[in-house]
């Protein structure tokens, strides 16, 4: 079982990057770094709502059911660390 979740994780998402906007790839990396909506709206000068509108977004390009698990999906795509 355990090799089977390692595998799956090993797994990049297939077709993610074409699909991942150029403020969603900033707002995940912000989100990455730890920062909350609040401080990523304050960093990009736009609402909260709309930081949250990018995070809802992601989770589901991501087939993620919370932020930990699309940091954890996205740690994955070259964009994170590239």
């Known amino acids: 079982m355990q090799g ?6 090993k797994q ?3 077709g993610i990057m074409s699909n991942i906007t150029p403020k969603e790839k900033i ?18 000068f736009i609402s909260v709502h709309t930081v949250e509108s990018h995070r809802k977004n992601l989770r589901f390009k991501f087939d993620a059911k919370n ?3 699309l940091i954890m999906k996205a740690s994955v795509a070259p964009f994170v660390n590239g």
Do not use: F, N, T, Y
């Open 4 to 9: 089977k979740l390692h595998d799956k994780l």
């Open 12 to 14: 990049k998402p297939k």
């Open 27 to 44: 707002v995940l990396s912000l989100l990455a770094q730890g920062l909350s909506s609040k401080e990523i709206a304050s960093r990009l």
């Open 67 to 69: 932020s930990s698990e």
